[in-house]
């Protein structure tokens, strides 16, 4: 019995999908990444953007034409709308949350592939409040040096633009004990990159006032056993929210060498009115002061953003305030994104007023001030000599390929397998917009070939 799966979305959903392939690999299925040969094909959606939804159209219609040739189940999960869900319901075998995962086999057994086709679905969509359940899975990790590890589902923000509180529910923590001990067993398993993720980290603890530790004070737990360990590894986290990003994440960032010099801070506008608007409760002077604190306590980070062009109200005034910001911070990548409505949030009611036209021109406008300050950024790293984790092959000329500790991605002079997951010391020799060349110096830890 084999299975296939495909992933849409952001990291949460990628972690999701580790602990799904467990638990279908302990009931015997076997992963193929040919589709065509799968028993069971599942995805796990993002609605929190028209495109990954209408992908799911395309493939689901493929998959529902393979019925009529040969016995399948099809089930969906991950970040979904309610008016997507009514759609989905008709589309595919088995609907659920996430946190429902655990009875997921249940759901397989009820259908049989024998007789799949020949079955009415029935959809199980269950609240947030079992999403420790999820946590308790042990997931089967696609790596052998990077893993995300989930802290935190859910979002209480309600950003007006955003449907993250609609798919995921409220915040929910999870356990700081399970957290350290899911980083402990990686550390010993040689990770190097780890990514604490979550919605909205930093309100991490918030929910369990009084019963559980804040964020800074976890940042503060996981860098003791870095210190503790002896071992070289880099955490990260994402996504963080301005509003509750206090000096203390920056001070437990610059005393620990394991949490990584690299902060995603979403922006998403420059404009103080278009920022009420979105409902990000944070003002243009609190996002200074935060980075203020991240140039004064670490000033080698990266800094990293998010901004959305051409949303409701946003005219060429509120746009240039963007531009100035983005001038401003200098930012060293910022994912850029033009606004579209997402039914379930509350700008999807809003006349969106901003034209098409107009909001890829500033996309690229702002595209073009970005890699202005990148490709000064970079250049100031040739000739010096910085840690690098490699991960990866460049596709076109077999070069090895890595990512710094501040996630810039570099490009070694020639191919190296031998090196994949190892963190070595690379000297830059030259700078692109978005990326780095550079060549082997010196390695810290014996490679075993």
Partial sequence: MKYHLVTLGCQMNISDSERVR?????MGYVHTENEGEANLL?????????KPIDKVYNKIAQWNRWK????LITFISGCILPADKEKFLKLFDIIFQMSELSQFPDMIRSYGVTNAASLQPKPVMPQNEHIVDLWQIKPKYQSTYEAFVPIQNGCDKFCTFCAVPYTRGREVSRPSGDILAEIRHLVNQGYKSITLLGQNVNSYGLDK?????????????????GKSSGEEFWVYFTSPHPQDMGREVIEMIA?????????HLPMQSGDEKVLIKMNRRHSMDKYRKIVSDIRELIPQATLFTDVIVGFTGEGDT?????????NEFRFNMAYIAMYSPRPGAASYRWQDEVSQ????????Q?????????RDYNRQMIGKTFRVLINGTDRKTGFSTGLTEGKLSVRLDHAMPELMGKIVDVKITSAADFSLSGELMSLKEKIVF
């Fill in 366 to 374: 702002l595209s073009e001030v970005m890699k202005i300050h990148t």
């Fill in 318 to 326: 509120e746009f240039q305030n963007t531009v100035k910001a983005m």
């Fill in 209 to 225: 006032e009084g019963e559980e530790i804040t964020f800074s004070e976890l940042l503060r737990v996981i860098g003791e056993y």
């Fill in 42 to 50: 599942g995805m796990l959606a993002c609605s929190v953007r028209q």
């Fill in 22 to 26: 467990a638990v279908l690999e302990r």
């Fill in 255 to 263: 005393e620990y060498d394991c949490l990584a010099k690299q902060i």
């Fill in 68 to 71: 009529d040739q040969r016995n």
């Fill in 357 to 364: 036209e107009v909001k890829k021109e500033r996309y690229h």
